[in-house]
């Protein structure tokens, strides 16, 4: 955080609001979305949830075409997930959430009974733990040789409890080798892809291997964007950034795939 | 909720946590842990999870042997989860919190970093969809003959991360006939054991396999307990439930085990 939103005697739901908002007003023009994620509002107990709620309702209010996805890798039993369901979609009102598959079809049900909104269900992530359990089930380790690995499963499985306008899947652009193949059997799904920029990703990759008749991509950057400056010109930065690493490229490949 | 505590013009906060304190104060005598589920918080916003807050203080301050699991099966990639663990373990200081593994290693080790407090790590859940990835691998389908099935894939990696002493697991009272399987790899890591009542297992069942010469277990009773009433005396319906479905049964399983 620059230090001017955090001197002595700022609470934390103004200096989380006021970064955000100063974000967001500097970049809405070249986002399509924005994806809070809810561990950095949690872990500031109530003040910081509270942030997360003026966010929310400062997006809507102010940039009603933007899509907002809580980044929040929830799912439980169903009478649970239910609950969840209504949190983000009711009560947040966010557009999508991103959704953890292990506990099955109706710890994922749920989320899918409200019109219009959407699931993001995690299938292969950025992260290195991802070769824990995602690949599961292919036994050579990742070569994909003799079985499917669990995140091809998790596709599979999952992709007949909604449709393309309802669910979407997460996988990871440290992962690009794999989205070839992904796209065979899920052509049409819009995919949310993490990992550009901190965690190393390229988004020339990604398109490559990725990109839809419709485009199909929602890229994420994260880290990278948000936290380009440390003045007072922090958003300014991160809108530089933001062009230079995302909207400009992204904007190249729509281009050469002729998309716009 | 009984009728009386959602009355008109009375806020929400006050409502659950009402509730949760007449249900504290009427078992905690009789229970040796309480698990908030986030979802029925979050549902309400702000207001819900100020009742959460509040519930953890008022345990914590009136009933310190009590231990506290957030259920909220949180898990994300490692700079996330450290988030999450700190919102748990640090903002609201819960004893545990449950954790998906879906992401890996760095998804949990985060929440393992904190002295005295434990990750409750889902194996095998209580739901239906437990068996849409939780046996992937197991290529006959549920009968463990050729290969693992994930959850067991689950325990043998993740019980290297961490000790019995930080770690412990979900497998749900609705699946009893893999628990004797499962104590051979864990034979004495604590179980959390959801399912009893209202989802339909059985608690002798549970002990039969599950127990271990520490006893081993976190039977979970919820909803049966906690909707036992809907009037003025529904604390006093729940401490009789909890009796009657929980306490004494146990009590007699433990006598029967030369445990007490």
């Not at 999508?96 to 710890?107: E, I, R």
Request: charged share 20%; with cysteine.
């Amino acid at each position: 955080m620059p230090a001017h939103l955090v001197q002595p005697g700022t609470n934390i739901t103004d200096s989380i609001f006021d970064f955000n908002k100063a974000i967001i007003d500097a970049t809405h023009d070249i986002a399509v979305a924005y994806k809070p994620n809810l561990a950095f509002y949690e872990c500031h107990g109530l003040e910081g949830i509270k942030a997360f709620e003026m966010t929310v309702r400062y997006i809507r209010s102010n940039y009603p075409e933007i899509f907002i996805i809580a980044d929040a890798k929830r799912g439980d039993i169903g009478n649970t997930s239910k609950m969840y369901a209504k949190a983000f979609f009711d009560t947040w009102n966010t557009d999508a959430v991103t959704v953890a598959p292990y506990m099955g079809k109706d710890s994922v049900s749920p989320f899918l009974e409200y019109p219009g909104k959407w699931v993001v269900l995690l299938a292969l992530t950025s992260n290195d733990g991802a070769s824990d359990f995602q690949w599961y089930g292919a036994h050579d380790g990742g070569g994909w040789k003799n079985t499917d690995p669990l995140f091809w499963q998790v596709i599979q499985k999952s992709k007949t409890w909604a449709t393309q306008d309802n669910m979407m899947y997460v996988v990871g652009a440290t992962k690009t080798e794999y989205l070839e193949k992904i796209r065979t059997t899920i052509p049409d799904h819009f995919l949310l892809v993490p990992g550009i920029g901190a965690q190393g990703g390229s988004l020339e990759e990604v398109a490559k291997y990725g990109m839809n008749s419709s485009c199909g991509l929602l890229v994420n950057n994260s880290r990278e964007v948000l936290y380009a400056g440390k003045g007072e010109d922090f958003a300014q930065e991160s809108r530089k950034i933001a062009i230079i690493k995302c909207q400009q490229p992204m904007e190249a490949l729509l281009r050469a795939n002729q998309l716009i």
